[in-house]
């Protein structure tokens, strides 16, 4: 509350003494997005320029961190994405962790924009810090680029407790598209602690990285030779032959 409070304050003063043409355009765009103003629109098509400068890059943090306005904040993290800087990553990745949905859309798209290795990582800390939204669509960005890295992280979503955020961890492991996936994959329809949707799901994308290496028809092995035994677990046996059989 204390920050948003000075955060306000800064740009207050900015709109007091704002010399330069970034600070009156930034102030000017700021002012009128939060007003739900169409005008916005067109002032930014005429201070594009001056608004995706170096000069405004502070202006935006500033605005990213403090502004009661989610449509604000959207617009400062799109703006920053554009700059291009990395100095706006730490104030993005705190956004994508915490911020409104929408809000967390745009500053995963501006990371992306400005250095996909450090999305990544901001990714991942995402899904192990960030609020559920930040969490689930993160997975989303995660298969998007195929995230090698991201498995263990995402492994470790699958046992959320939360079953729509288990279930887009799943998704995302076979959409990564990686055989490095089939181990967690396999751990997870091996373990009884589980609820038997999760393992079916979890047999199911084994079953979709058939073919991507000799992993997962290990793996599939695996299942079988270790669920046998489980009680009440025939239907989730039958499925894991099966698969397996369609796997070799």
Same mark, same amino acid.
Not at 26 to 54: C, F, G, K, W
Not at 64 to 85: D, E, F, H, N, Y
Not at 95 to 118: K, W
Not at 178 to 198: F, K, N, R, Y
């Given at each position: 509350?204390?920050?948003?409070?000075?955060? =306000?304050?800064?740009?207050?003063?900015?709109?007091?003494?704002?010399?330069?043409?970034?600070?009156?355009?930034?102030?000017?765009? %700021?002012?009128?997005?939060?007003?739900?103003?169409?005008?916005? &629109? $067109?002032?930014?098509?005429?201070?594009?320029?001056?608004?995706?400068?170096?000069?405004?890059?502070?202006?935006?943090?500033? #605005?990213?961190?403090?502004?009661?306005?989610?449509?604000?904040?959207?617009?400062?993290?799109?703006? !920053?994405?554009?700059?291009?800087?990395?100095?706006?990553?730490?104030?993005?990745?705190?956004?994508?962790?915490?911020? /409104?949905?929408?809000?967390? $859309? &745009? #500053?995963? *798209? +501006?990371?992306?924009?400005?250095?996909?290795? @450090?999305? /990544? /990582?901001?990714?991942?800390?995402?899904?192990?810090?960030?609020?559920?939204?930040?969490?689930?669509?993160?997975?989303?960005?995660?298969?998007?680029?195929?995230?090698?890295? +991201? %498995?263990? *992280?995402?492994?470790? #979503?699958?046992? +959320?407790?939360?079953?729509?955020?288990?279930?887009?961890?799943?998704?995302?492991?076979?959409?990564?598209?990686?055989?490095?996936?089939?181990?967690?994959?396999?751990?997870?329809?091996?373990?009884? =602690?589980?609820?038997?949707?999760?393992?079916?799901? *979890? %047999? !199911?994308?084994?079953?979709?990285?058939?073919?991507?290496?000799?992993?997962?028809?290990?793996?599939? @092995?695996? %299942?079988?030779?270790?669920?046998?035994?489980?009680?009440?677990?025939?239907? !989730? @046996? #039958?499925?894991?032959?099966? =698969?397996?059989?369609?796997?070799?």
């Amino acid at each position: 509350m204390y920050r948003r409070l000075i955060g =306000t304050i800064i740009l207050l003063l900015l709109a007091v003494g704002c010399g330069s043409p970034a600070q009156r355009a930034v102030n000017q765009l %700021i002012e009128q997005v939060a007003l739900d103003d169409p005008m916005a &629109s $067109v002032t930014y098509n005429e201070n594009r320029e001056v608004l995706e400068s170096a000069e405004a890059m502070p202006l935006w943090i500033a #605005a990213l961190q403090t502004s009661a306005s989610p449509a604000v904040q959207m617009w400062a993290a799109r703006l !920053l994405g554009r700059i291009g800087s990395p100095e706006a990553i730490p104030a993005l990745s705190e956004a994508l962790q915490n911020g /409104e949905r929408d809000v967390q $859309v &745009s #500053a995963a *798209a +501006a990371l992306v924009l400005i250095d996909e290795e @450090q999305a /990544e /990582e901001a990714f991942i800390a995402a899904i192990r810090d960030g609020n559920r939204d930040a969490k689930i669509h993160c997975l989303i960005e995660l298969e998007k680029m195929g995230s090698v890295n +991201a %498995i263990p *992280a995402i492994a470790e #979503a699958a046992r +959320a407790p939360d079953a729509m955020l288990a279930s887009g961890a799943i998704t995302a492991l076979a959409g990564i598209g990686s055989p490095e996936a089939a181990g967690p994959l396999a751990d997870l329809a091996i373990d009884w =602690t589980v609820p038997p949707e999760v393992r079916k799901a *979890a %047999i !199911l994308s084994l079953g979709r990285l058939a073919g991507t290496g000799p992993e997962v028809t290990e793996n599939l @092995q695996r %299942i079988v030779t270790e669920i046998e035994g489980q009680e009440g677990i025939e239907e !989730l @046996q #039958a499925l894991a032959q099966q =698969t397996l059989d369609a796997s070799q």
